[in-house]
């Protein structure tokens, strides 16, 4: 592994192209296609069950988005875990791109997808349907007046509570399989199975707070982009 005792701080900008293109196509992808499937799938159960429905609806929105959009992260997620955790590998995109194809194949690229999905499917399920839920309910039991009174920085209030209770939950649930899919990138030729093996419970249950703060920051992002 890296660190900043040894290597300095260029150290922390290790694998910053694969992690800027990967999560990019990613956040485009679950984001787009999460109001895709939501109008597809509303259209499907008309209004009124759509109503009734609603946290089918958005569990089922949710997973159908995070599946496309784990393939086109998937890559790129393997190439940064390996830059990252391998000194001497490779140094940037352009030497890791071609070295891991070589190494491995296309396989390479997307043998952590399966993880991935285990991941980032349960955690993106969570995130919308938890957050969607957690604002309507903060608004009918504890905000005393309607949503249409509060002034905007007051709704980003409530976004944020509700965007961090969501990250709670998706932390939750989501991080066994995020330890998995770090290792299984990291170890060439490696199993998931393996990869828990090696791992254990304490190595797979990490990072629940970054990634609570992560969440929350995401939605607050979203909600002011759609106020604006």
Known sequence: MLSVREDGFRVLGRGWAPTFIGYSQQGLAKFGFYEVFKVLYSNILGEEKSYLWRTSLYLAASASAEFFADIALAPW????VRI???????NN????????????????????LPPLWMRQIPYTMVKFAGFERTVEA??????PVPRSELSKSQQLVVTFTAGYIAGLMCALVSHPADSIVSKLNSDVGSTPLQAARELGMRGVCVYTYIHMKLNTSTWNDREYSLQS
């Open 84 to 90: 990252q955790t391998q000194p001497g590998w490779a």
């Open 77 to 80: 997620e393997a190439l940064k």
């Open 93 to 112: 995109l352009r030497e890791g791109l071609p070295k891991l194809y070589k190494e491995e194949g296309l396989r390479g690229f997307y043998k952590g």
């Open 138 to 143: 903060l608004y009918k039991y504890v905000v």
